[in-house]
């Protein structure tokens, strides 16, 4: 199965292109990979939750923001590499969570990225990663997931 043919199984589709934020661009090409910036869980232009996870947001609702962010970011990557087809594997995950200080939850909260990303493209969504606690992100948003992805 493609990945487009697995997002449409999962009721997903890849959404626009998150407008940037400041003075960056949503992905760039450098050879056969692309990085993408920091995607937040924005769905139709508009941030979805705010807070820290472990306060005012739980980590299951976490878990589902960070699967948010991480089909945004696979948008900008395929914006980038003319299309989902030629995202050949996803090679690294950086995921950013806003936590409580009481909160260390949070490579279950990535979990939901990686877990899409395995979903969508099987064994080449299969990623190295990074899950980090952070004070706060942009906007106030809970979560926050960047990659770097292999194309053709």
Do not use: W
Request: hydrophobic letters at 50%; one cysteine or more; charged letters at 20%.
């Amino acid at each position: 199965m493609t990945p487009q043919e697995k997002l449409a199984e999962l009721g997903l589709t890849l959404p626009e292109v998150v407008a940037p934020l400041a003075s960056y661009v949503p992905a760039i090409r450098s050879g056969d990979h692309v990085y993408t910036s920091g995607q937040l869980p924005m769905v139709d232009g508009k941030l979805v939750a705010t807070g820290k996870v472990g306060a005012e947001v739980s980590a299951e609702e976490a878990r589902e923001l960070a699967r948010t962010c991480a089909l945004n970011a696979l948008a900008a990557a395929a914006s980038v590499a003319g299309g989902l087809s030629n995202i050949v594997r996803i090679v690294k995950v950086v995921g950013f969570v806003a936590s409580d200080p009481a909160f260390s939850g949070q490579p279950q909260v990535i979990n939901g990225a990686s877990e899409l990303l395995t979903e969508v493209m099987g064994e080449a969504g299969k990623h190295a990663r990074s899950a980090v606690g952070v004070a706060v992100l942009p906007l106030d948003a809970p979560v926050e997931v960047e990659m770097i992805v292999e194309v053709r």
